[in-house]
């Protein structure tokens, strides 16, 4: 696999030098260079270190695996690939993402999944494996955004405001979600036995990525969140 070090680059220079590579590419010495891999597709990308803002933004396929943390809006507008994130995201993860996956093993910021859009066949997955901040799923109207709570499972699973005008898609919560305030226009009950084949199929690969045991994984509870049909958002965007 091919290398680059990213110490002194500038974001330009740095998205030049990764495109100038065929196939696999490791960047090393990563810290804080913006939109890295943007519209990238079908290549294999290695970060060591911490990118910064819009890490695969317009993402079209192709893999992003990043050996640390990530700033804010990771996969923003990306509409294929998959980008892995083995410690903690910023906020507004995933913005308006209609496609692909994100996969992250830590915590993620505010905002995570606003205005997500399925588009098509593609639905958009993102799996966070700690905590979200609040205004999770904002407007969320495709896709499936999951939080599994793995670290602090003592603490909220999500901060404040979850699902605002969310009006489309999914939420998978692990926690019971007692302490967990939802709006009135969403619809969020105890995951049933369908909701569990779905997550188990979600979570697969995820497991696999980083190394978890599945079957922990499913064994604690889960919420399921769904905007509610009968108290729709819409009614407060449109005329009756």
Do not use: W
């Not at 740095?14 to 990563?30: H, K, M, Q, S, Y």
């Not at 999951?146 to 692990?174: S, W, Y």
């Not at 709006?183 to 690969?205: C, F």
């Amino acid at each position: 696999m091919t290398s680059v070090n990213a110490e002194g680059l500038g974001h330009k220079e740095l998205n030049d030098a990764i495109r100038a590579i065929e196939g696999p590419c490791t960047v090393e010495a990563c810290c804080g260079q913006r939109f890295i891999a943007a519209g990238m597709s079908g290549k294999d990308l290695l970060i060591r270190g911490t990118p910064g803002n819009a890490l695969g933004a317009y993402l079209n396929g192709g893999t992003i695996t990043v050996r640390g943390s990530a700033q804010d809006a990771v996969g923003d507008t990306m509409n294929a690939g998959t980008i892995v994130i083995h410690g903690n995201i910023g906020d507004a993860a995933g913005y308006a993402m209609r496609g692909g996956k994100i996969y992250v093993r830590g915590n993620a910021g505010y905002r995570a999944g606003i205005h997500m859009n399925a588009y098509k066949e593609k639905v958009p997955l993102m799996v966070i494996g700690g905590r979200a901040g609040s205004f999770l799923g904002e407007y969320q109207a495709g896709g499936v955004i999951i939080v599994l709570n793995l670290d602090a499972p003592q603490e909220k699973c999500v901060g404040f405001f979850p699902c605002t005008g969310m009006h489309g898609g999914k939420m998978f919560l692990r926690s019971a979600c007692e302490n967990v305030v939802f709006p009135e226009q969403v619809s969020a009950h105890p995951s049933s036995e369908e909701d569990l084949r779905e997550l188990r199929a979600s979570l697969a690969e995820y497991c696999g990525v980083f190394g978890l045991d599945l079957e922990a994984v499913l064994s604690a509870p889960f919420t399921t969140v769904t905007p509610d049909s009968g108290n729709p958002y819409r009614r407060m965007y449109v005329a009756n």
